[in-house]
């Protein structure tokens, strides 16, 4: 097992690496608890220092903190906000009043002394920002009498540090991409602290498609650093922005330069996993057209294809005689004419055994004619095999003999006779035919008459990306779109529908746990294959997903979608990439969180244990780790492998693991079936449940949560699971957890006879059943509330008729189930034979008789009840009739007999509850 702690992206600062590893998720631990108000309500302490300490770090070089004023900003903003912890909020003591030796105790609690042990050298400095840092509390000018104090930083540093703080401290209230105030009382804060003076700039995406969107991002992001100097600071779904010295007046070139990198950069990625389009199949080795559009030189193409090729193991002796019988079995069927000028040529080429690198050379032939015969190039049989005789300048006569290996003789076997003909007639070895079909690939590639996929990109880049509000997308191209779909109404992208040529792309294209059907359907109705027209722009985004996640059949995988409350800091996002990248390593492909144990240890604390993310290696359940970082950006996400042996088990599965994300990084977040976010930014609360299963909804309610309804779901999803712990002591209780969930969304009150069975079911003995029953009571009320009045209601008369019944002993001889409901059953019992002979009343009346005899014949001689028990039975029977039978069923004989086993199994659970107390 291992914790997913962050690790800080390449600052060559071992203080802040410190920082990251003692005090952000460690020593802050007492903050994420406390929930902030006003305009931060939704979060919490600890994330709102986290964030303000990531950003201080980041404008560092901006304002020339040296390492000192490093750590003592970073001290005074850790404990800024310390007024807001319990011994100060609780008597309304005001930050102005902490006193030197309580900000100095405050940075010890949070480990801040572990990493800077000598700020008691500097706590005037570190006292004097952290009461000062509000506006609100500030009557102008930073300090008063400074030369009273023992500040170690002169007079215009504090005050330059002072309004560093502030801006870092106001920017989280900046919600939106779009917000400008907040923004700009940032960027006044940020120029007073500094020698120079910024502009705030951005670059904004109009869409998103998942981590083809995030390498957008991150791509631009890294041409505007380096080709600017722009600083990136607030990173939002939607764009992120920079600090810049001066703005950019894009022109159209500069833009399309931009639009280039952005191109080559993601083309990078793709073409370092280019090998997983070129596989090994029963008629040679094929490479993906989806390979030959990546960029990827002929070169390095072949070359993977040759190491396929010598990576078999040795050809075997009989490999020869096998392809000889069956070229010779097809030729049998020629017609007579044929055969003596065939066995001139064949029995002369075939007359002994094959060299390997006859064989390896039979291999390479094919391996060129199946991508002749892409639709890269889409060369008919015919032509591909006149393509290699032209290249070795094989004699038209022996290209006859060749002609006669046809059909599939000729696609399994040609190239076997071919390659030692021209090895031992034509004097070549495998090297010269090498180079041969090197060069010849070069220039079918370069020459490819096929649309140059880099312009359809770039074209899509123009469309989406602006910059500062200037974007240079023709504005020919909303027409073009129109134009495309009355031209060819049955040859849009299935996904997106964008004017652009398209490829025909089956399930093997995609992830191996998507199927066809997940595409939407453009295609004209009427026979032929399954298949669905795919863009060029969508092919990235598909063989995106396909290289970096792994995805297995067997599995569900669902996704992750995370999104700032407000905006990532750069370092926050730097961190989280080059984490999971050192999670990765180099065998691990996958992590499973270990929602389990984290369950089972936060039931165990008051609180949350210390904000750690506990996982274990895994091969198929549970998040695949990226390849590549650069899919990690504006919006996290990360898919997850879901085990479960249906949707029901699959989804609480997913949930689970979701809420621990948002609780450990206090995200937004939406849960989908879909690798691209549903739903923009705006558009949801905190937790946005895609594809919830029907049979849930009772139980969780609507798909869009807010902040309070997913703090009473994480709750409900913790009593659940204290609850299956008690009733079930095995290692695997996903089957219990969710047959409990599906009956809440049905009847939260028939919860009371399930756990009654699972109770009986794996209890020893009465007094087993009476422990485990009072120990998951009041969780099961818990769950109950959501229930609402009625429910509540029910719930309140069993617990009334249960004390009754315990408090008297009205009950059979022992503590067993049926003892326990005798009363119980008489009443039913009569209830069920109710007729014009036998009303209520006499039934009531009966009822009290047959309970009284029944405790008379199993009570010993010496201890027969009396005037005083029947008068309790008759309180029990007047209870049931009157609060249960009148009140909550209104007198509906027919609904109260329908709901006797639920009712029996609640009366069960108080009836214990009141035996114990009593």
Same mark, same amino acid.
């Given at each position: 097992?291992?914790?997913?702690? !962050?690790?800080?992206?390449?600052?060559?600062?071992?203080?802040?690496?410190?920082?990251?590893?003692?005090?952000?998720?460690?020593?802050?631990?007492?903050?994420?608890?406390?929930?902030?108000?006003?305009?931060?309500?939704? +979060?919490?302490?600890?994330?709102?220092?986290?964030?303000?300490?990531? !950003?201080?770090?980041?404008?560092?070089?901006?304002?020339?903190?040296?390492?000192?004023?490093?750590?003592?900003?970073?001290?005074?903003?850790?404990?800024?906000?310390?007024?807001?912890?319990?011994?100060?909020?609780?008597?309304?003591?005001?930050?102005?009043?902490?006193?030197?030796?309580?900000?100095? @105790?405050?940075?010890?609690?949070?480990?801040?002394?572990?990493?800077?042990?000598?700020?008691?050298?500097?706590?005037?400095?570190?006292?004097?920002?952290? #009461?000062?840092?509000?506006?609100?509390?500030?009557?102008?000018?930073?300090?008063?009498?400074?030369?009273?104090?023992?500040?170690?930083?002169?007079?215009?540093?504090?005050?330059?540090?002072?309004?560093?703080?502030?801006?870092?401290?106001?920017?989280?209230?900046?919600?939106?991409?779009?917000?400008?105030?907040?923004?700009?009382?940032?960027?006044?804060?940020?120029?007073?602290?500094?020698?120079?003076?910024?502009?705030?700039?951005?670059?904004?995406?109009?869409?998103?498609?998942?981590?083809?969107?995030?390498?957008?991002?991150?791509?631009?992001?890294?041409?505007?650093?380096?080709?600017?100097?722009?600083?990136?600071?607030?990173?939002?779904?939607?764009?992120?922005?920079?600090?810049?010295?001066?703005?950019?007046?894009?022109?159209?070139?500069?833009?399309?330069?931009?639009?280039?990198?952005?191109?080559?950069?993601?083309?990078?990625?793709?073409?370092?996993?280019?090998?997983?389009?070129?596989?090994?199949?029963?008629? =040679?080795?094929?490479?993906?057209?989806?390979?030959?559009?990546?960029?990827?030189?002929?070169?390095?193409?072949?070359?993977?294809?040759?190491?396929?090729?010598?990576?078999?193991?040795?050809?075997?002796?009989?490999?020869?005689?096998?392809?000889?019988?069956?070229? @010779?079995?097809?030729?049998?069927?020629?017609?007579?004419?044929?055969?003596?000028?065939?066995?001139?040529?064949?029995?002369?080429?075939?007359?002994?055994?094959?060299?390997?690198?006859?064989?390896?050379?039979?291999?390479?032939?094919?391996?060129?004619?199946?991508?002749?015969?892409?639709?890269?190039?889409?060369?008919?049989?015919?032509?591909?095999?006149?393509?290699?005789?032209?290249?070795?300048?094989?004699?038209?006569?022996?290209?006859?003999?060749?002609?006669?290996?046809? =059909?599939?003789?000729?696609?399994?076997?040609?190239?076997?006779?071919?390659?030692?003909?021209?090895?031992?007639?034509?004097?070549?070895?495998?090297?010269?035919?090498?180079?041969?079909?090197?060069?010849?690939?070069?220039?079918?590639?370069?020459?490819?008459?096929?649309?140059?996929?880099?312009?359809?990109?770039? #074209?899509?880049?123009?469309?989406?990306?602006?910059?500062?509000?200037?974007?240079?997308?023709?504005?020919?191209?909303?027409?073009?779109?129109?134009?495309?779909?009355?031209?060819?109404?049955?040859?849009?992208?299935?996904?997106?529908?964008?004017?652009?040529?398209?490829?025909?792309?089956?399930?093997?294209?995609?992830?191996?746990?998507?199927?066809?059907?997940?595409?939407?359907?453009?295609?004209?109705?009427?026979?032929?294959?399954?298949?669905?027209?795919?863009?060029?722009?969508?092919?990235?985004?598909?063989?995106?997903?396909?290289?970096?996640?792994?995805?297995?059949?067997?599995?569900? +995988?669902?996704?992750?979608?995370?999104?700032?409350?407000?905006?990532?800091?750069?370092?926050?996002?730097?961190?989280?990439?080059?984490?999971?990248?050192?999670?990765?390593?180099?065998?691990?492909?996958?992590?499973?969180?270990?929602?389990?144990?984290?369950?089972?240890?936060?039931?165990?604390?008051?609180?949350?244990?210390?904000?750690?993310?506990?996982?274990?290696?895994?091969?198929?359940?549970?998040?695949?780790?990226?390849?590549?970082?650069?899919?990690?950006?504006?919006?996290?996400?990360?898919?997850?492998?879901?085990?479960?042996?249906?949707?029901?088990?699959?989804?609480?599965?997913?949930?689970?693991?979701?809420?621990?994300?948002?609780?450990?990084?206090?995200?937004?977040?939406?849960?989908?079936?879909?690798?691209?976010?549903?739903?923009?930014?705006?558009?949801?609360?905190?937790?946005?449940?895609?594809?919830?299963?029907?049979?849930?909804?009772?139980?969780?309610?609507?798909?869009?949560?807010?902040?309070?309804?997913?703090?009473?779901?994480?709750?409900?999803?913790?009593?659940?699971?204290?609850?299956?712990?008690?009733?079930?002591?095995?290692?695997?209780?996903?089957?219990?957890?969710?047959?409990?969930?599906?009956?809440?969304?049905?009847?939260? !009150?028939?919860?009371?006879?399930?756990?009654?069975?699972?109770?009986?079911?794996?209890?020893?003995?009465?007094?087993?059943?009476?422990? +485990?029953?009072?120990?998951?009571?009041?969780?099961?009320?818990?769950?109950?509330?959501?229930?609402?009045?009625?429910?509540?209601?029910?719930?309140?008369?069993?617990?009334?008729?249960?004390?009754?019944?315990?408090?008297?002993?009205?009950?059979?001889?022992?503590?067993?189930?049926?003892?326990?409901?005798?009363?119980?059953?008489?009443?039913?019992?009569?209830?069920?034979?109710?007729?014009?002979?036998?009303?209520?009343?006499?039934?009531?009346?009966?009822? +009290?008789?047959?309970?009284?005899?029944?405790?008379?014949?199993?009570?010993?001689?010496?201890?027969?009840?009396?005037?005083?028990?029947?008068?309790?039975?008759?309180?029990?029977?007047?209870?049931?009739?009157?609060?249960?039978?009148?009140?909550?069923?209104?007198?509906?004989?027919?609904?109260?007999?329908?709901?006797?086993?639920?009712?029996?199994?609640?009366?069960?659970?108080?009836?214990?509850?009141?035996?114990?107390?009593?």
């Amino acid at each position: 097992m291992e914790l997913f702690n !962050l690790v800080a992206p390449d600052l060559n600062n071992d203080f802040f690496d410190d920082f990251l590893q003692e005090i952000a998720f460690k020593g802050l631990a007492p903050y994420y608890q406390i929930k902030q108000s006003g305009k931060r309500e939704g +979060t919490s302490l600890g994330e709102h220092v986290l964030m303000g300490d990531m !950003l201080l770090e980041r404008l560092k070089e901006i304002c020339q903190l040296n390492e000192l004023e490093e750590k003592i900003v970073l001290a005074a903003y850790t404990v800024h906000d310390m007024n807001k912890i319990e011994r100060f909020s609780k008597d309304n003591i005001p930050l102005k009043k902490a006193s030197n030796e309580d900000i100095l @105790e405050e940075l010890e609690r949070v480990n801040f002394l572990t990493i800077f042990s000598e700020a008691e050298d500097y706590i005037e400095d570190i006292g004097l920002l952290v #009461r000062n840092h509000s506006d609100k509390f500030h009557t102008g000018g930073s300090f008063l009498s400074p030369s009273k104090k023992n500040y170690k930083l002169n007079k215009k540093r504090l005050d330059q540090l002072l309004e560093l703080i502030r801006a870092v401290d106001i920017a989280d209230l900046s919600h939106d991409f779009d917000e400008e105030y907040m923004k700009a009382k940032f960027l006044t804060k940020v120029n007073v602290a500094g020698d120079k003076q910024y502009f705030l700039v951005a670059h904004r995406v109009s869409e998103h498609r998942g981590i083809l969107t995030n390498m957008v991002h991150n791509a631009t992001k890294d041409y505007l650093e380096e080709e600017y100097g722009w600083i990136p600071i607030f990173t939002y779904p939607e764009g992120i922005h920079y600090l810049a010295e001066k703005k950019v007046e894009f022109s159209k070139k500069e833009f399309s330069n931009l639009a280039r990198s952005v191109e080559d950069k993601i083309d990078k990625v793709m073409q370092g996993e280019f090998s997983n389009f070129i596989s090994s199949t029963s008629t =040679g080795i094929k490479v993906d057209i989806k390979c030959l559009d990546l960029g990827v030189s002929f070169e390095q193409i072949l070359k993977i294809v040759n190491n396929r090729i010598h990576s078999k193991k040795s050809y075997n002796k009989n490999q020869h005689s096998n392809t000889t019988k069956k070229i @010779e079995k097809k030729l049998k069927k020629l017609d007579q004419s044929c055969v003596e000028e065939y066995s001139k040529f064949f029995n002369i080429l075939l007359e002994d055994a094959f060299k390997e690198e006859e064989f390896y050379l039979g291999e390479l032939l094919r391996a060129y004619y199946n991508i002749l015969r892409t639709d890269k190039f889409a060369f008919n049989a015919e032509q591909a095999w006149n393509r290699l005789y032209e290249l070795f300048e094989v004699k038209e006569e022996v290209q006859a003999y060749f002609e006669l290996l046809s =059909g599939q003789a000729a696609v399994f076997y040609r190239h076997y006779p071919l390659a030692r003909y021209l090895i031992r007639e034509n004097g070549l070895s495998y090297e010269d035919i090498y180079q041969v079909l090197e060069a010849e690939g070069t220039k079918l590639l370069e020459n490819s008459t096929k649309e140059d996929k880099d312009s359809i990109f770039k #074209r899509y880049i123009y469309r989406i990306l602006s910059i500062d509000g200037k974007s240079f997308v023709d504005k020919e191209e909303f027409k073009t779109s129109f134009d495309y779909y009355l031209e060819k109404p049955y040859k849009q992208c299935s996904t997106c529908g964008l004017d652009y040529e398209v490829d025909d792309w089956m399930a093997g294209d995609v992830q191996d746990n998507i199927k066809i059907q997940f595409f939407s359907n453009r295609l004209k109705g009427g026979g032929g294959e399954p298949k669905r027209n795919i863009c060029k722009v969508c092919n990235k985004q598909f063989v995106l997903e396909k290289l970096n996640f792994t995805a297995y059949s067997q599995t569900k +995988t669902m996704y992750l979608h995370f999104y700032p409350k407000s905006f990532y800091p750069d370092i926050f996002l730097e961190s989280f990439k080059k984490t999971l990248n050192s999670l990765k390593g180099d065998d691990r492909s996958s992590i499973l969180l270990l929602s389990d144990k984290m369950i089972v240890e936060e039931l165990k604390e008051e609180h949350d244990p210390n904000r750690e993310l506990i996982f274990k290696e895994t091969k198929s359940n549970g998040n695949p780790l990226p390849d590549y970082s650069e899919v990690i950006g504006n919006v996290i996400t990360l898919p997850l492998n879901c085990p479960g042996d249906n949707n029901t088990q699959q989804f609480i599965f997913a949930l689970q693991q979701i809420l621990i994300w948002m609780r450990y990084f206090n995200f937004r977040a939406i849960l989908s079936e879909s690798a691209v976010p549903p739903l923009k930014s705006n558009e949801f609360d905190r937790l946005y449940l895609d594809n919830l299963p029907f049979n849930l909804k009772g139980i969780i309610g609507e798909q869009n949560l807010q902040e309070e309804e997913v703090d009473e779901l994480w709750e409900m999803i913790k009593d659940f699971y204290a609850i299956c712990s008690e009733v079930d002591e095995g290692t695997d209780r996903r089957k219990i957890y969710a047959q409990l969930l599906r009956t809440a969304a049905d009847n939260l !009150l028939e919860l009371f006879f399930v756990l009654d069975r699972l109770i009986v079911k794996n209890s020893n003995t009465a007094n087993q059943e009476i422990t +485990t029953s009072n120990k998951i009571l009041d969780r099961l009320e818990r769950i109950l509330f959501k229930g609402g009045k009625e429910v509540m209601e029910t719930a309140k008369v069993m617990a009334e008729l249960g004390e009754l019944g315990a408090g008297s002993y009205i009950k059979g001889k022992s503590y067993k189930r049926n003892s326990l409901l005798k009363p119980i059953d008489i009443i039913f019992d009569l209830l069920e034979r109710k007729s014009e002979y036998l009303d209520e009343e006499i039934i009531f009346a009966t009822a +009290t008789q047959e309970i009284f005899d029944h405790i008379s014949r199993i009570s010993p001689e010496d201890r027969k009840p009396g005037d005083t028990k029947y008068q309790k039975i008759e309180e029990f029977i007047t209870a049931f009739k009157e609060k249960l039978f009148e009140g909550v069923y209104k007198g509906k004989l027919n609904e109260l007999i329908a709901d006797q086993k639920v009712l029996k199994s609640a009366y069960l659970f108080y009836y214990r509850k009141a035996s114990k107390d009593s």
